[in-house]
């Protein structure tokens, strides 16, 4: 009875898990930053599976490793909420709407390409999809500034710098805030060991 | 055969593209166009365009395309496997790492610093849609900014930060008025 009930639980989280990835996936354009916003508005501000650090956590993490980001991301927010089968619905349903539409398109492509209405409804999803992005980039920078660290504030505005007006390559800045982050470490175990 | 060699495309397409969407591209064609010659230049760069208007990772975009133009759903299938499998094993390595040693403190100082850069990522990423919405070609000047995206786009942000509306929702209503007042 009881472990029916586990069961049955456990059932309930992959089928939300799997429904929320699939529609994520079907409705987000451009790159995998967007999924991440979608991913942290679903998980964390809705289902509450997911802290908002961890959510900034995993996402470092599914930028660090190859392959596309909404796929990474989906594989660590899976494995996050349900384990090795959450890890599985979790990948079925952000591969599977692109999947679906490129299959269908690929039939008859070159219309798709050129066709006014189409064009014109996702250019106004584009101005939709700023909108949402921005949105969320509020709330978490609102959090960084809270944190009252120069140290943050100054990452974020040097990676924002190096990014967006540099065109530096997302690994480097990646990389670079690592060794920040490490430097940082070492630092503080000197003074600690001096004093 | 044809189903291996997809296979294989494709596995390195998924393990040698870091930094997202746009770092698979030229690997992509470098696979698909200049190794194999399954697409055409050109049916590459409207492969590309398609990419960009619908959902999904480019590179699962285009393994789908390319595995069914080359081989059937069979090969969509295969080729998007081979793009993701990668992926699998390396961020499950990560992923144990992360959780084994999350609470060591150099992995705890790391993590803190990382978060402001993910922050400033996003950022940037919501601001070189927003540019593509304000302005009509390239050029960032008064004159060439498009009044109806900035209008979409400021509705759509107020709406979101004061009502807290579904994204999704707000998104589409978005595409609709697009369409709808460029009819008119």
């Known amino acids: ?195 | 055969m044809i189903y291996l060699q997809l296979l294989l495309s494709f596995m390195q397409v998924g393990l040698f593209s870091i930094g997202g969407g746009y770092a698979a591209i030229p690997l992509i064609q470098n696979q698909v166009v200049d190794t194999h010659s399954w697409l055409t230049l050109n049916e590459f760069t409207n492969l590309i365009t398609i990419a960009e208007m619908t959902p999904g990772p480019i590179a699962v975009n285009s393994a789908t395309f390319v595995g069914i133009r080359v081989a059937g759903f069979g090969g969509a299938v295969i080729s998007t496997f081979g793009c993701i499998l990668p992926s699998c094993f390396i961020v499950s390595l990560l992923a144990f790492i992360y959780y084994k040693f999350k609470g060591v403190s150099t992995i705890q100082s790391v993590l803190s610093s990382l978060r402001p850069a993910v922050v400033a990522l996003i950022a940037a990423a919501g601001l070189s849609i927003l540019q593509l919405v304000l302005f009509n070609d390239d050029s960032i000047m008064l004159k060439n900014i498009n009044w109806i995206g900035a209008a979409t786009f400021l509705t759509a942000f107020i709406i979101l930060r004061k009502w807290k509306w579904n994204p999704i929702l707000v998104m589409s209503l978005c595409g609709v008025f697009s369409l709808i007042i460029n009819l008119i």
């Open chain 1, 1 to 195: 009875m009881k472990s029916e009930k586990k069961h049955n639980s456990k059932l309930t989280t992959l089928t939300k898990l799997f429904l929320s990835t699939l529609y994520i996936s079907a409705f987000t354009f451009g790159g995998g930053f967007v999924i991440i916003t979608f991913m942290k508005r679903k998980f964390v501000d809705e289902l509450h599976w997911i802290d908002e650090e961890e959510m900034l956590n995993l996402a470092a993490l599914a930028q660090s490793a190859p392959g596309a980001i909404a796929v990474n991301a989906a594989i660590l927010v899976g494995w996050r909420v349900a384990g090795f089968l959450g890890m599985i619905v979790s990948i079925i349903g952000t591969i599977l709407p692109p999947m679906i539409i490129l299959s269908v398109i690929s039939f008859f492509y070159a219309e798709f390409a050129t066709n006014l209405y189409v064009t014109f409804a996702l250019k106004g999803m584009q101005a939709g999809v700023a909108a949402v992005i921005l949105d969320v980039v509020f709330g978490l920078g609102s959090n960084v500034l809270k944190e009252k660290s120069i140290l943050s504030v100054t990452i974020l505005i040097a990676a924002f710098i190096a990014t967006y007006f540099l065109d530096i390559n997302v690994i480097f800045i990646i990389l670079a805030a690592i060794m920040v982050g490490i430097m940082k470490e070492l630092i503080y175990l000197r003074k600690e060991h001096t004093l």
